[in-house]
DNA sequence: TCGATTGCTGAGATCGGTTGCAATAACAGT
DNA sequence: ACTGTTATTGCAACCGATCTCAGCAATCGA
């Protein structure tokens, strides 16, 4: 096909290129009757705009980048998942980017995006590193973070209510009737996954109860360690708190393997709300982050953010999610 | 920062634009002095070429589409991530596109990749659907596919041997002593799925036991329903055969919620290799893919193509992995 | 010593659009 | 009929590179 470019669609309508381009870019401003023809002809000849050519001369386009740790983990998936609809409802295309826990990576992406005149970026950070890159750009740049941001005065975040979260996970449990409920350390050094075990160690404190601390590592392998842990303690809890859906799987898992059962012997509950949980072997129970509205809010701080320059933070409600891998302690 | 164009280098640097151009794309056609001054400039200034004006000009990019029906699901999230990574090996950048089944969508995509100037792109199919879409642009536009395809002359592709997967399978389970061997089908109507379902009909049947086809259905709830039929059955059989890692997963569950125990009442073999299988209740076995190899070869075969016009079709080799929930027949 | 090659750099058109400004047309008011 | 808007459209410069074509100096063969 020949290349298709504004200027043959100019001449097949008799028209100049500018009017094309109104015609497309700023519907009012050309006469209804003008504009309907060139879109009939363009439509006919298959055109379609050239999103290089208008970012490169508006300075400013419709990527927009949103940066993962790790594709790989359900949660981040998820979040693309409703990201990529959420952007593709208000006329941005996602670009999915991957930066396997390099500091160097994000900061990669961060110029890149410049260079892409992305009108902002949405940031899922991995760890507190990224921060830095985070803090390097975010004053040019747009950014809003999922996640809790250092004297998170410069850029918009949206987060769950960590806090909350673990108050359910402690309270459902205590109505099963746990008195020693153990915790194993999230997968990154996150913010949140510090507020999470903060809050672990608070609310155990104050319901009276020794906080047990299974495993705070942070790789993929706290689940496993602490489900270790777990099997050489002589009076280990009856209930366990993961950090998040992905160490409840792998702590469920290890703990099989030695024939521990999980609800009978004893509970677990996650944090994050993975549809996957719903097919794990038992379902499990697990505090639900409210992953979709997340990606919504994430673009809408942005765009408000773009319009009127307000940083908002917004932390949403999580909520108990009880399916079927807590129960009673066994008596 | 004060718009940081070509033009304000070569000032910079007392060259002409052009110059500067060739010192960064094509280095052996400037004096080595001359090149290094400039590069030095350039550091110094914090300069990157604009991708955007690039690819505009050059009519080509770095731009490589990835085109998933669900980045949700694990395989399309662990293809996407060994794919990022083989792509920036080579100096280009991997955008996820994620069409939720919508064949609407990849058609959007085909489109959106041509006007972005993208080299190829990879295409990981959900749907035969996707494949009409296929044609229309593969022919002019070099594109890539993760499955077999219909006729598969006209463009490249790379998928395992299902039929030495499901052998594979078949024979561990036999070689335990299993000679009852049912089968749940997998998520998508690809050709892998169906390649998968009649290799194990032609092998039960060659094997000389009858098959049996717990569910044929393609969607997510495929293995919650081959547990359900499972368990209606009078004489189930003593092993399942699930088309992927995924439902291998649901029908564990499902089984598990009614008290089947995996492996002691059944063995449940999956088949993708997925890193989450390891984290299981149990450990899966499966049917290993070679994904990271098949994210890097679909790119090799795209530029080979892009070259001498090469269309091969790679079938690479799957392999057993044995975990936890597989063992003999209960007796 | 002189024309021919070779190596390096500058000019300027071009990629596909956007946009401020000027020009023309259309419409009102008096 | 005449002038002051207002609605439309054309013109041309510009976004940030690339690339062909020339120009110019240095090197080479005879």
């Not at 096909?1 to 200027?7: F, H, Y």
């Not at 409802?89 to 930066?99: D, I, S």
């Amino acid at each position: 096909m020949p290349d298709l470019s504004i200027d043959v669609v100019a001449k097949a309508a008799g028209v100049h290129r500018s009017t094309v381009s109104r015609a497309f870019s700023r519907p009012e401003a050309v006469k209804s009757e003008t504009r309907e023809h060139i879109l009939r002809v363009a439509e006919g000849l298959g055109y379609t705009m050239s999103p290089l050519a208008q970012a490169l001369r508006r300075k400013t386009s419709t990527f927009i980048p949103l940066i993962v740790p790790d594709i790989t983990n359900p949660f981040f998936a998820e979040l693309a998942k409703t990201m990529t609809q959420a952007a593709d409802e208000r006329g941005y295309q996602l670009l999915l980017c991957v930066t396997n826990g390099d500091p160097a990576k994000t900061d990669g992406y961060f110029t890149a995006m410049q260079a892409m005149y992305a009108p902002f970026g949405i940031v899922a950070p991995s760890t507190k590193v990224d921060t830095e890159a985070l803090k390097r750009f975010a004053f040019g740049h747009k950014v809003v973070v999922i996640d809790r941001v250092e004297g998170d005065d410069a850029v918009p975040t949206v987060t769950v209510d960590s806090r909350r979260g673990i108050m359910l996970a402690l309270d459902h449990l205590h109505s099963l009737g746990h008195t020693s409920i153990g915790y194993v350390s999230g997968i990154a050094g996150t913010h949140t996954a510090q507020d999470r075990m903060d809050a672990y160690l608070e609310l155990s404190a104050e319901s009276g109860s020794a906080p047990v601390v299974l495993d705070s590592g942070s790789d993929l392998d706290a689940g496993t360690r602490g489900a270790e842990h777990f099997l050489e303690m002589e009076n280990p809890p009856t209930a366990i708190i993961a950090a998040n859906d992905m160490v409840a799987f792998a702590v469920i898992s290890a703990l099989g393997r030695s024939g521990v059962r999980v609800p009978e012997d004893v509970s677990v509950i996650g944090f994050d709300g993975l549809a996957l949980g719903a097919r794990f072997n038992p379902p499990l129970t697990t505090i639900r982050q409210p992953i979709a509205d997340m990606g919504h809010i994430a673009i809408e701080l942005a765009e408000k953010q773009n319009i009127d320059g307000s940083v908002d933070h917004i932390v949403l409600e999580p909520e108990l999610l009880v399916r079927s891998s807590t129960s009673g302690p066994r008596t």
